[in-house]
């Protein structure tokens, strides 16, 4: 398989994965309604990168999909859920996401609050799950738990949302600078890119410098992400995006493109791209996919 | 010590962990603005019954309270992040919680959806850290963080809140019953509860018919506190209730008492309280705190 299917391949998994998880809850007695905005939220749509970056790493120490397949549900719960908060109107007001209605658009802001609350719950359900089914050792569950909680809470994808909020709606810092882009654009996008690449090493039950070099290039990885991300803000066609672009210019949010000029983060991009490039390569051939991957992340036009 | 000087020992532990805790994700470079409101929605209040009901119900089989009290603490943060949630303009649209400003009040609406989001991913990262640290076998922080989970998401708590507020904002269904109302205080109060009372059995590892005793302790607990609220918002003073009462009946909101009557919800709270204490036989004397902990839940008068 190549990249793009393979991509594919891991978005159908990741998919049936969650309609059988979201089809469970309805059966222990959730009401309708939320399941429906679960549903909403999280199935049919997205690149499933978080997942697609567990199953891949994993494989590296040929873990075989089945058994990282829980744990890269679990971090598509958390990103899933995240965006059905940040969507309503006291946060970012969104009323389109992947060119469908967002969900509180969809159904109303409680429901949004609620479902959000609900899937944030179905992650960990669904880590812990895996060690009670087998499929993971205790300790990797355990480790895994821990992590994506400190990547996902107040000093990390929460607290970049919350610094980035202050920063639109209060002006704290009245002139951010590009240290604190930065800063706050690792803790909210950056921090569960890079435990979805260390994620692959835990399940395999490696501690050492294979788990250190993936944390690396989630790191660097998660840096090239978000500069691709904001130059497609700032050149991107709606229509292809999927969502309204050129937000952050018309907000006038600082972003790295409107601190550095389009030029230079087009540069600091390719060295993102390569420093993350560089810390696979302990794992030569093996390493092409994430490779492939970090190159799409880099590159992609919508 | 008597129950009284129990439970404000016990509270005093749970607010110094929580100090601790919210210190360090402080420490971690979480930003200042949402520490404080975790902090505001957190601290300096709350009977703390669900960590006294994991710290007492551990206690029949002598786990002694270091080693309970990050269950008791992860507990109290979902309860914890549920109110901040539940108090939103969205949601329930309360301003007074305790006799201070509600956390979306003093702070705003995106600061509470971010705070409760952040005490959530705490709540589950403390309870992988017990066993991190050795202060709890693997087995037993998975089993707990998997109950956690079940009992706080879309088919507990955040499910029985949805089903509360599609009766209430969406009229459905068009006139509630009992078993409406009973199923959904089941879910949106009982299930954490219950999960308090259970979580001492496994925190001792037991498994049999201890865990399942407790269970159905917890079970009917919650039942006994929920009618003890509804009464309370029905006939309660707001000075010493600490937040606005009559809202339920004002609003039109069924509960058991506006379709029992409150003569029959009184003696539907005898009923529980009395079942509930039938299912700590097995534990004879060294139950007497559960015992009064489940008189003080009947009784209270704030």
Redo the contacts between chains.
Sequence with gaps: MNFAEKLRHNGQLVESKLEELLND?NR????E???AA?RHGMLGGGKRLRPFLVIESAALFDVPSERTLACAVAVELVHG??LI?DD?P??DDDQLRRGKPTVWAAF????A??A???L???A??V???T??SGNCD??S???L??E???A?????M??G???D??SE?LS?PATPNVDHVTNLQA?KTGRLIRFSCEAGAVLAGHTGPERAALRQFGEHLGVAFQIADDLLDAEGDAERVGKAVAKDTEAGKATLVSLMGIDAAREALTRALNQAKAELKMFGKRAETLIAAAEFVASRDH
């Design positions: 809850v222990t007695g959730a009401p309604r939320l399941v679960m859920y995240s908060h309503l006291a946060m109303d802001e409680w429901t609050i609620l959000g609350d609900a944030q719950a179905l960990f359900q880590l812990a799950d060690a009670i205790g300790l569950a355990i480790t738990t821990r994506l909680a400190a996902s809470g107040a000093a990390g929460v607290g949302q919350a610094i909020l202050e709606k704290i803790m």
